[in-house]
């Protein structure tokens, strides 16, 4: 029979990359018998407190970016952005992409995020544009709100 730990270990093996670099949300998420896991990982995050929420925030990559072009994004990221064709920018919309999340970073923080599956990277401009003018409470919150978005895309994907 084993252990409670060695289940909570192959837990976390198996969710610790749902919310990107934050294995911390599955080991906080381990119970027995939970019936909707997304809904108990998005309440670890919601109950994690500000600083933690903001390095979560801060674990997700630039869209499009730098990561991207050199290979270097989690398995999950790749197929999440190239799904949605950020592998696949033309030079107008890279350059785009890449003062957008200067400036994005610069004024928040961390870098945007959204939930980029089913989305072509036109709409994906268009949003980033968009929130670029957001309060910084306003993009915390809806950066969390994608990020628990994206958790629950890849909980389907399992």
């Known amino acids: 029979m084993r252990s409670r730990k060695d289940m909570q270990d192959a837990f976390v093996r ?3 990359g ?3 670099h934050s294995p911390w949300v599955a080991e906080g998420s381990f119970v027995t018998g939970v019936p909707d896991l997304s809904v108990k990982m998005r309440e ?4 994690a407190g500000v600083e933690r929420q903001l390095t979560l925030l801060r674990a ?3 869209l499009a970016g730098k990561l991207a ?12 952005q190239a799904s949605a064709g950020l592998d696949q920018c033309t030079d107008a919309e890279f350059a785009a992409f890449t003062a957008l999340n200067d400036a994005y970073k610069t004024k928040f923080g961390f870098p945007y995020i959204l939930a980029v599956k089913g989305r072509h990277r036109t709409e994906i401009l268009e949003n980033f544009r968009s929130r670029i003018d957001n309060s910084y409470d306003q993009e915390f919150r809806e950066a969390l709100d994608q990020v ?8 389907a994907n399992l």
Do not use: C, F, M
Not at 44 to 47: A, G, T, Y
């Open 14 to 16: 198996r969710y610790g």
């Open 18 to 20: 749902i919310y990107e």
């Open 44 to 47: 670890v995050v919601e109950n």
């Open 60 to 62: 997700h990559p630039d």
């Open 69 to 80: 072009t050199s290979g270097e994004l989690t398995d999950e990221s790749t197929s999440e």
């Open 148 to 155: 628990h978005q994206i958790a629950k895309l890849r909980l």
